[in-house]
């Protein structure tokens, strides 16, 4: 990060209790500052998917603010594309209007593994698998980071549940933990450069996360050699000399109550009698505010801990230009370039998942299309939590729909259901809903979960949202009857499905014709769902993590615990160990409803053969790619690895490579996919380090991993 000396001479110059000031949140979202020496607050804020409304001190922005801005797809819709250019684009919208809003860091990108279907913060996530969410993370940070603000990389680690988030306490293998959960982490550190990391919430082998020695000293500083500062999840400190000792440099937010709990009696009375004063204020009673000064006063051995979290937090504040000469270019906040890029995001993100018979794209010249479907209408940009965003803007299905056809279309509406909590089907509104879509050529079915939340009760609302995780995997409120009823009385019905993860399709997905994933597609959703459905766009998306056939096929209730190990609601042994998603259903022979990296096209492409290069330790695969159909479009080539000659158990197949290639109709490119060392290596846990055992590797390239169109060999 460089500018060493000037930290040097800054950190001579502070006393002890304005290090200590530099060290926790004086507001709900700025930390630090020192007026005298001219060091400036951090600001920052949420979120993963656009800059959060709140103003940066406050968790309300002033009355009558201009703070809506641009709110893009979620981080599965990002992951969907594929696209490692786009991550970069979708990063730089962030940063730059980060970087408007005077924020300094932006409170993502979430990479923690989609394990648990029924995670309800899934939306925030990019896949179950390492390696693609390790490929996507580091141009979303780059992106930011070129901005001049810093990207926050998040929850580190082992966040996989929003069910006892507080207080669950993790435990998993080694090489689970090296393997599944840790490289999309260490790839935002080591090739994202990614400036400031935030612990989580939960317990990771007995220990906070956030004040784990293992993670954050041993691994993470240690290691992995990251140099940039971590922070505390709001309130996920518990206890001062873990904090100061275990590697957290910047606590935000905190829960007063726990820590007069876990401070001594006379700490603790100290700290309540400065409370009371006038003079101190709520954030001066966090964990590293008084009782860390307190702390260091009574073990002056401790100061060069606190030296060392100062360092940290001035090397992103030089990193940021809030310190030394250079100055951030400004920022520019909803622009039509970045909505322009909400709109790419979202088209390439979507997933076409059934075309029976051709029925997609539909004509233009259409004379009646019913859409149906309460999602059709309903803005998502201001749930699901820490990642709601105050949206300039939000077309919806419906608008989008009319947008594309003009007056010329008559384009008719039926909710179909209501959005309510506990709210089953509607007998009243299924029959509206059959007449209308009886009347049409065509339907347009817009439904699935949503993005709620609600600041009072936590779990109104809640299918796709932070603090709770969803009951089930089935679309609510009766849309399942809803969906039956409107096939039943128009089979030309397609099905467009908005969420945050896998949805069971099974009551209907064998008479539905034609089925489209969308996500949370963003402030330009509705007219990019149009795009995709009347042609003007050709579907490329592909699935980042598996749909099952249904929940009890997933292999967290197959092999694992979830939410809880039996017994104990506050502890959990990830007993599926290594074999999350399609590692799962690969190699344990479960079909899925729609496998992992899974999506149809309005073209085909035809796969020539491989040519494999073999390297000592690596090896390069070429093969040519050809648009066979009449439409340009574009295909994402996916390479996994199997290991002939285990010295250990391994999954069935592992995604190492993979490239996404445009081709217009009849068009042919090289496609070439490089495979070094690591993509051949396991985690060991005798030897505590990755292993290249020698032997016959599979090479396997196709459209999914259930899709394998041409196979090779590499012996190493």
């Known amino acids: 990060m460089g500018h060493e000396a000037e930290i040097e001479a800054l950190l001579q110059k502070l006393t002890l209790e304005e290090k200590v000031h530099m060290l926790h949140g004086n507001s709900a979202f700025a930390a630090g500052g020192v007026a005298r020496l001219n060091i400036p607050e951090i600001m920052t804020s949420d979120g993963p998917h656009g800059v959060r409304p709140e103003q940066g001190r406050n968790w309300k922005p002033p009355v009558g603010a201009n703070d809506a801005g641009t709110a893009l797809p979620t981080n599965n819709a990002l992951a969907s ?96 933990l090296r393997e599944i959960y840790l490289p999309a982490f260490k790839a935002a550190v080591q090739q994202g450069g990614v400036y400031s990391l935030m612990g989580s919430y939960n317990k990771f082998r007995g220990t906070y996360a956030t004040e784990n020695a293992y993670l954050m000293n041993t691994i993470l500083k240690g290691e992995w050699g990251f140099k940039g500062l971590v922070m505390s999840d709001w309130g996920s400190v518990h206890d001062t000399q873990e904090a100061l000792r275990n590697g957290t440099d910047l606590e935000m937010g905190t829960d007063l109550s726990l820590m007069y709990r876990s401070v001594d009696q006379s700490q603790a009375t100290a700290t309540a009698s400065t409370a009371a004063a006038p003079a101190r204020s709520y954030y001066d009673q966090f964990f590293l505010a008084d009782p860390a000064l307190a702390a260091l006063k009574k073990d002056p051995s401790l100061v060069p801990l606190v030296d060392d979290k100062v360092r940290r ?58 859409v149906i479907g309460a999602n059709a209408e309903r803005a998502n940009s201001m749930g699901g939590g820490s990642g709601q965003v105050k949206a300039k803007y939000e077309i919806s299905a419906l608008q989008g729909i009319k947008n594309e056809l003009g007056s010329g279309v008559n384009v008719t509406y039926a909710p179909g259901y209501t959005i309510a909590r506990d709210q089953k089907a509607d007998p009243a509104l ?16 817009v439904g699935g979960s949503i993005h709620g939340y609600d600041y009072s009760k936590w779990s109104d609302n809640a299918y796709d949202a932070e603090g709770v995780d969803k009951p089930d995997m089935k679309m609510p409120f009766g849309q399942d009857e809803l969906v039956q009823a409107v096939l039943a009385a128009n089979p030309r019905t397609v099905v467009v499905l908005l969420g945050g993860g896998p949805i069971d399709v099974s009551a209907w997905a064998g008479r539905a014709k034609a089925v489209v994933e969308a996500w949370y597609p963003g402030m330009e959703g509705g007219n990019a769902i149009a795009h995709v459905l009347f042609g003007d766009v050709n579907p490329s998306g592909k699935l980042p993590f598996t749909f099952p056939a249904k929940l009890e096929d997933s292999p967290v209730y197959k092999l694992g615990e979830y939410p809880s190990s039996p017994g104990d609601p506050l502890k959990e042994v990830y007993k599926d160990d290594i074999y999350v998603g399609y590692r799962y259903y690969d190699t344990y022979k479960v079909a899925p409803q729609y496998p992992f990296g899974f999506g149809l096209s309005y073209t085909t492409f035809k796969y020539g053969a491989l040519a494999v290069t073999p390297g000592p330790q690596s090896a390069t695969v070429k093969l040519s790619v050809t648009n066979s159909g009449k439409v340009a479009g574009a295909e994402v080539v996916q390479l996994y690895v199997h290991d002939n000659q285990t010295a250990v158990k391994r999954p069935e197949k592992e995604l190492k490579a993979f490239e996404k290639v445009f081709l217009k109709p009849g068009e042919t490119k090289t496609v070439t996919l490089a495979l070094p060392a690591e993509s051949f290596k396991y985690y060991d846990e005798g030897k505590k380090q990755w292993v290249l055992a020698p032997g016959t590797f599979d090479l396997l390239v196709g459209s999914s991993s259930r899709d394998i169109r041409q196979t090779g060999t590499v012996k190493l």
């Open 81 to 176: 594309t594929w696209n490692r250019a786009l991550t970069h684009a979708y990063g730089t919208v962030l940063g730059s209007e980060a970087n408007a809003r005077g924020k300094d860091i932006i409170l993502g990108p979430g990479v923690n593994i989609i394990r648990a279907p029924l995670n309800g913060r899934n939306f925030e996530y990019f896949s179950e698998d390492p390696f693609l969410v390790s490929q996507l993370v580091v141009g979303y940070i780059r992106g930011v980071q070129d901005q001049g603000v810093s990207a926050c990389v998040k929850h580190y680690a082992a966040n996989n549940q929003e069910t006892h988030r507080d207080d669950v306490d993790v435990s998993m293998s080694e090489r689970a």
């Open 313 to 370: 937090i001035l090397r992103v504040m030089y990193a940021t230009h809030q310190l030394g000469g250079a100055k951030r270019q400004p920022g520019a906040y909803n622009t039509k370039e970045h909505q322009a890029t909400a709109l790419h995001v979202a088209e390439e993100g979507m997933v076409l998942l059934k075309n029976e018979g051709g029925l997609l794209p539909l004509k233009k010249s259409v004379k009646t299309v019913a």
């Open 430 to 445: 299924i029959a509206q809903a059959v007449a209308v879509a009886k009347a049409a050529d065509e339907v347009i079915f």
